[in-house]
């Protein structure tokens, strides 16, 4: 390699040597604009192997030069290599092959950033059990929007969105694992929070203390005390009610066992008392059922924002690839027409020192002819 890089004719043969696609038509010839986003780094790099091999002031050779040229730009390393590869087997180096092979390895990596963005921002913000589901989904879209960012920033020539997509599979997949968490969480700290709480009324309840005229009165008196003190706990999280109400249901054989031995009640007052537990259970159930909804509406809620956030950030990338598409090929007519006027204006400046030439040699001749009748003239 060595030698290669200092023959500079093997340099100025690689225009020779390179085309833009993979397989051109054989009558095609390749437009000089496509090779208007490629040249300019490429030019760039062989340029430098004809500079002074140093850097800071300290003599390099040439591998440790190119190597020095290599890492000060980010990508081009892998394009240049892709090139010199091609070229030691003898093959046309393709740049459209290069440059796809360069997109998947930065978008890979652009993709591994944003994630691992979110994964950070998730990290330090999300405490699990989130008290409501809107909680953590908020936190979920705001880290999700600069986890995008994050990708559209370190992101190159993402043909149809592909890695995008890729990535927004991903947060998608991430934020209902945390969903999934979340709710785990939530049951584990309940269940725990029941135990603690309920705990000294199962005992009461075995030690017979309820077994008695009015036992049934209070021991609802005592199990709604302690429901109001497990509503006051903190951050139980969306299973809350849901756990509460299971635990609750659990305990119904104990509950009509009590009834059923508080000789005190009248069999009016026990049916009161049953059709009152059932209500309770019913108006629990119901609104186990109503917020059960309101969880699902506001994950298709979420969903739709998200849907449109994506479409909208994908919108402004087009229209940003857009404008760059159309200022590129602007560049490139204004290249062409200016070429074009050189041309025409040294066609020009050809044609008119032909006709002067003409004009003097006709007014030499002009000359002369008056010259010889002046003289015949005066001869007469």
């Given at each position: 390699?060595?030698?290669?890089?200092?023959?500079?004719?093997?340099?100025?043969?690689?225009?020779?040597?390179?085309?833009?696609?993979?397989?051109?038509?054989?009558?095609?010839?390749?437009?000089?604009?496509?090779?208007?986003?490629?040249?300019?780094?490429?030019?760039?790099?062989?340029?430098?192997?004809?500079?002074?091999?140093?850097?800071?002031?300290?003599?390099?050779?040439?591998?440790?030069?190119?190597?020095?040229?290599?890492?000060?730009?980010?990508?081009?390393?892998?394009?240049?290599?892709?090139?010199?590869?091609?070229?030691?087997?003898?093959?046309?180096?393709?740049?459209?092959?290069?440059?796809?092979?360069?997109?998947?390895?930065?978008?890979?990596?652009?993709?591994?950033?944003?994630?691992?963005?979110?994964?950070?921002?998730?990290?330090?913000?999300?405490?699990?059990?989130?008290?409501?589901?809107q909680e953590l989904l908020d936190l979920h879209r705001v880290s999700e929007r600069e986890?995008?960012?994050?990708?559209?920033?370190?992101?190159?020539?993402?043909?149809?969105?592909?890695?995008?997509?890729?990535?927004?599979?991903?947060?998608?997949?991430?934020?209902?694992?945390?969903?999934?968490?979340?709710?785990?969480?939530?049951?584990?700290?309940?269940?725990?929070?029941?135990?603690?709480?309920?705990?000294?009324?199962?005992?009461?309840?075995?030690?017979?203390?309820?077994?008695?005229?009015?036992?049934?009165?209070?021991?609802?008196?005592?199990?709604?005390?302690?429901?109001?003190?497990?509503?006051?706990?903190?951050?139980?999280?969306?299973?809350?009610?849901?756990?509460?109400?299971?635990?609750?249901?659990?305990?119904?054989?104990?509950?009509?066992?009590?009834?059923?031995?508080?000789?005190?009640?009248?069999?009016?007052?026990?049916?009161?008392?049953?059709?009152?537990?059932?209500?309770?259970?019913?108006?629990?159930?119901?609104?186990?059922?109503?917020?059960?909804?309101?969880?699902?509406?506001?994950?298709?809620?979420?969903?739709?924002?998200?849907?449109?956030?994506?479409?909208?950030?994908?919108?402004?990338?087009?229209?940003?690839?857009?404008?760059?598409?159309?200022?590129e090929q602007e560049k490139t007519l204004t290249s062409k027409l200016q070429e074009q006027?050189?041309?025409?204006?040294?066609?020009?400046?050809?044609?008119?020192?032909?006709?002067?030439?003409?004009?003097?040699?006709?007014?030499?001749?002009?000359?002369?002819?008056?010259?010889?009748?002046?003289?015949?003239?005066?001869?007469?």
């Open positions: 390699m060595q030698v290669q890089r200092r023959d500079p004719i093997y340099v100025t043969e690689l225009t020779h040597r390179i085309r833009s696609k993979s397989s051109p038509d054989e009558n095609e010839n390749e437009d000089s604009a496509d090779f208007v986003s490629f040249f300019p780094d490429f030019v760039w790099t062989l340029r430098d192997f004809s500079l002074d091999l140093e850097a800071d002031g300290q003599p390099l050779t040439p591998d440790e030069y190119l190597e020095y040229s290599l890492k000060l730009t980010q990508g081009l390393e892998s394009l240049v290599l892709t090139y010199i590869n091609a070229i030691s087997r003898g093959d046309l180096p393709c740049m459209e092959n290069a440059v796809l092979a360069l997109a998947q390895i930065e978008n890979s990596a652009a993709v591994q950033k944003a994630i691992a963005h979110y994964d950070q921002q998730m990290g330090q913000k999300v405490q699990l059990p989130a008290e409501t589901l986890a995008t960012e994050v990708y559209m920033k370190n992101s190159f020539k993402d043909v149809d969105h592909l890695f995008q997509k890729k990535l927004a599979a991903q947060l998608d997949k991430k934020r209902d694992d945390f969903c999934k968490q979340n709710q785990e969480a939530s049951s584990d700290r309940c269940s725990a929070l029941l135990q603690v709480i309920f705990s000294p009324l199962e005992e009461e309840v075995k030690a017979g203390i309820y077994s008695k005229p009015g036992g049934y009165c209070l021991f609802i008196q005592k199990l709604q005390d302690l429901e109001k003190k497990y509503y006051e706990e903190p951050r139980k999280g969306i299973q809350a009610e849901e756990i509460l109400q299971t635990y609750l249901k659990s305990k119904e054989s104990v509950t009509d066992a009590i009834l059923q031995t508080d000789q005190i009640l009248t069999e009016k007052e026990k049916e009161i008392e049953v059709e009152c537990v059932k209500a309770e259970s019913a108006q629990a159930s119901a609104k186990m059922v109503e917020e059960m909804q309101i969880k699902y509406q506001q994950m298709m809620e979420e969903k739709e924002k998200s849907y449109q956030e994506h479409v909208k950030q994908l919108t402004e990338k087009m229209e940003r690839e857009r404008a760059q598409l159309l200022e006027a050189r041309v025409l204006k040294e066609r020009c400046q050809g044609e008119s020192t032909q006709l002067q030439n003409e004009i003097q040699k006709l007014q030499k001749t002009l000359k002369k002819k008056t010259k010889r009748y002046m003289s015949h003239k005066l001869k007469i």
